[in-house]
C-alpha cells in the first residue's frame, strides 16, 4: 500500500489524482451495524441474490489533492460509488442500478480546496507473517491456546 501511495502522490498526475483504497477481505461479524439493502441488478438476481444486502462495513481510504485531511464520511458508500464516481466525472451511463443508486464517492472530496501535500510514512520492510505450516491435531499443541482461551473468558 505505501509503495502504491509514493509512487502517485510524487508522480506528475498527483495534482489531479484520486487514489482509493478498498478493502475487500471484511474479516469477520464483528460490526455492530447491519448491512444495509441496495438494489438488485437483473444478472445478480439471476446469480441467486435475493436480499440485495451490501455486506458489512469496511475501510476506504481515498488520497487525493481534494481530500479532507482526517476526515470520516458518515454517509454511506460501497464499491459502487468508485463507480459512480467515474461514470459522474466523465459523463458516463450506470453499468447497473447498483451504481446508478449508489452515493457518489467523490462526495467526500473538497474541490474548492487543493493540498498537494503528501506525508510519508515509516513502513516497516515486509514481508509480514509466514507461510502456514500443517495444521496440528495433538492436544499438546493446542494446549496453550487452550489455556489462554480459558483465562480470557473465552468459550471453549
Not at 502456514?132 to 471453549?156: N, R
Request: glycine share 8%; net charge negative; aromatic share 10%.
Amino acid at each position: 500500500m505505501d509503495s502504491i501511495y509514493r509512487a502517485v502522490t510524487t508522480s506528475p498526475n498527483w495534482p489531479s489524482t484520486v487514489l482509493v483504497f478498498n478493502y475487500d477481505e471484511w474479516g469477520g461479524f464483528y460490526d455492530h451495524v447491519p448491512p444495509q439493502a441496495a438494489p438488485i441488478p437483473p444478472a445478480d438476481q439471476l446469480a441467486g441474490n435475493q436480499d440485495g444486502l451490501r455486506g458489512f462495513r469496511l475501510p476506504c481510504v481515498v488520497v487525493s489533492p481534494w481530500a479532507r485531511r482526517g476526515y470520516v464520511a458518515k454517509d454511506v458508500y460501497d464499491h459502487t460509488s468508485v463507480l459512480r464516481m467515474i461514470e459522474a466525472r466523465w459523463s458516463l451511463p450506470p453499468l447497473t442500478v447498483r451504481d446508478q443508486t449508489a452515493n457518489n464517492l467523490a462526495d467526500v472530496l473538497d474541490f474548492t480546496t487543493t493540498n498537494l501535500d503528501a506525508p510519508r510514512y515509516d513502513v516497516p520492510a515486509g514481508p509480514f507473517g509466514a507461510p502456514c505450516g500443517t495444521p496440528s491435531t495433538s492436544a499438546e499443541d493446542w494446549s496453550g491456546l487452550l489455556s489462554l482461551a480459558q483465562s480470557t473468558g473465552w468459550p471453549v
